[in-house]
């Protein structure tokens, strides 16, 4: 029999693999070169990278933590193959989008106040917020070297594409932490910080792959399309987790995002339905200078729900779901159906 997760640096054979063989498949090509691209980094930041990353310890010593599932790389690798081209040709542009990811994870850790991800303390807990923001930095440099490395015709477009997508990312981040001193946001402004926060990276992991996949601006265009809808409801799902998630999976603490009283899209879903729940959130997320008790972030979780905005987060991920498939029409089925696959597979977790 064939063995699913095997496919390589060739051409795409013809049958769709589940997700978590495409995830284990996208690893195998992504690993090497990304730790290649740690390392070639200088020592400070390539020991904080080591171990946000999950190789190392604190102290430098070989570890095993969890790396997440990388899925804008996966995206990246299979946005090549439906495109007609091969996964070996994008891998700067996985490489490259991996490294973009984690730069933003670094930044948000320290302004979210965060202290755990992927179930070990985070990096700024570890090295100091200082240290964490400036490897960040580095990754972030990493990740243009990664692209400009090799004399694909994909170079330039793929750095302009990388860059509007980190500016889009880094408005988004603004946004959102402008939020939490604001009471009048509105579903549709939350929609877009969103989108650019994370809809923008994950449309340019697909529209990079693409490119260097050898397609044209027209289909790189179109997938750039899937990956944004993919990504806002990716976003969708996770500001669920943040609220229902459980810890042992998501790797943060229960109800973070109410803890800090951060308006994701739930939230303010809940808060502009004009019920009586609402109400009684808005006090509750009233600024007072110190963070919601578990208590209060309990009670919270519960109007949320009570407003209808669990049910609304979770079917208009659906919807963007559908809006995503549309974008893969008449491109190459097996990769095509593994894009949808992925995309169900990482907006359908336990909420």
Known sequence: ARDHGARDH?????????????????????????????????????????????????????????????????????????????????????????????????HDDVMDGDPTRRHRPTAWTVFGTNAAILAGDAL???????????????????????????????????????????????????????????????????ALGALYGGAATAEADRLRTFGERFGLAFQLTDDLLGIWGDPAVTGKPVRSDLHNRKKSLPVVAALTSATPAAAELADLYRPRGEPLSAGDTARAAALIEATGARAWAAAHADTLLAEAEECLTGMAPAPSAELLTLARLTTHRDH
């Open 10 to 106: 060739g051409a795409p054979d013809h049958g769709a693999r589940p997700a978590d063989a495409v995830l284990r498949w996208s690893r195998r090509l992504l690993d090497p070169a990304l730790r290649a691209a740690v390392d070639a980094m200088p020592d400070t930041a390539r020991r904080i990278a080591a171990y946000h990353f999950g190789w190392r310890d604190e102290r430098g010593r070989p570890a095993s933590g969890p790396a997440g599932k990388a899925i804008r790389p996966a995206l990246a690798l299979l946005a090549a193959e439906a495109a007609g081209g091969t996964a070996a040709a994008a891998l700067p542009a996985a490489v490259a989008v991996e490294l973009a990811h984690n730069f933003s994870l670094l």
């Open 140 to 206: 972030l440099a990493a990740a243009y070297g990664a692209l400009a490395d090799g004399d694909s015709p994909a170079v330039a477009p793929g750095v302009r594409v990388l860059a509007r997508a980190v500016v889009d990312l880094v408005e988004g981040q603004c946004a959102d932490l402008s939020f939490e001193d604001r009471t009048d946001v509105t579903l549709d402004a939350c929609l877009t910080m969103a989108n650019r926060k994370t809809g923008a990276l994950m449309g340019a992991a697909c």
